[in-house]
């Protein structure tokens, strides 16, 4: 769900992945061989401490990866690939894609693409969960912009904006 998801990715770009969007892309894709189950805290690493208690509220949990599955046929496990095609059969409901510019964020439930959050967004917002909010046809729908001040190495939180379907860094 994007107000789960987006705080971490947004935080762990700007800090951990020090705004590189090629070395984050190598991490959450490259690096793992079938998937992720959770996505955790660990994305936090780096940041100011005040930020990583306003997301997690002094919970801490690992990221898990999918690395240890045993099929039914007991074959080696797949890299889990989302497509068009696959969406549906893997019951995905959302999908977040890793652009130069920000994270489009697709509510897999209504359309095909979505509108992008931008990098600079203060992970503190808060974010919609609704996945008819997700229109590619408008902007990323805050509840609210920064949860407090914003963070001196953060920029205050601006307006996502949507557009045409951009080409994926990494998918």
């Given at each position: 769900?994007?107000?789960?998801?987006?705080?971490?990715?947004?935080?762990?770009?700007?800090?951990?992945?020090?705004?590189?969007?090629?070395?984050?892309?190598?991490?959450?894709?490259?690096?793992?061989?079938?998937g992720w189950?959770?996505?955790?805290?660990?994305?936090?690493?780096?940041?100011?401490?005040?930020?990583?208690?306003?997301?997690?509220?002094?919970?801490?949990?690992?990221?898990?990866?999918?690395?240890?599955?045993?099929?039914?046929?007991?074959?080696?496990?797949?890299?889990?690939?989302?497509?068009?095609?696959?969406?549906?059969?893997?019951?995905?409901?959302?999908?977040?894609?890793?652009?130069?510019?920000?994270?489009?964020?697709?509510?897999?439930?209504?359309?095909?693409?979505?509108?992008?959050?931008?990098?600079?967004?203060?992970?503190?917002?808060?974010f919609?969960?609704?996945?008819?909010?997700?229109?590619?046809?408008?902007?990323?729908?805050?509840?609210?912009?920064?949860?407090?001040?914003?963070?001196p190495?953060?920029?205050?939180?601006?307006?996502?904006?949507?557009?045409?379907?951009?080409?994926?860094?990494r998918?």
């Amino acid at each position: 769900m994007p107000s789960h998801h987006l705080p971490l990715l947004l935080a762990a770009y700007q800090h951990k992945f020090g705004r590189d969007v090629e070395a984050m892309s190598r991490h959450l894709i490259d690096d793992v061989a079938v998937g992720w189950d959770e996505l955790g805290t660990d994305l936090l690493d780096g940041a100011p401490p005040t930020l990583v208690a306003e997301l997690t509220g002094g919970e801490h949990c690992p990221s898990r990866t999918l690395d240890h599955l045993i099929t039914p046929d007991g074959s080696p496990p797949v890299r889990m690939t989302v497509t068009d095609e696959t969406a549906d059969a893997q019951d995905i409901q959302w999908g977040y894609v890793l652009h130069q510019q920000g994270i489009e964020v697709i509510s897999l439930l209504h359309e095909d693409i979505g509108p992008l959050v931008d990098w600079d967004i203060d992970p503190r917002t808060a974010f919609n969960d609704h996945p008819a909010a997700w229109s590619s046809l408008d902007p990323a729908p805050a509840i609210r912009a920064s949860r407090s001040t914003p963070l001196p190495s953060a920029p205050a939180a601006s307006p996502a904006k949507a557009g045409a379907p951009r080409p994926a860094t990494r998918r």
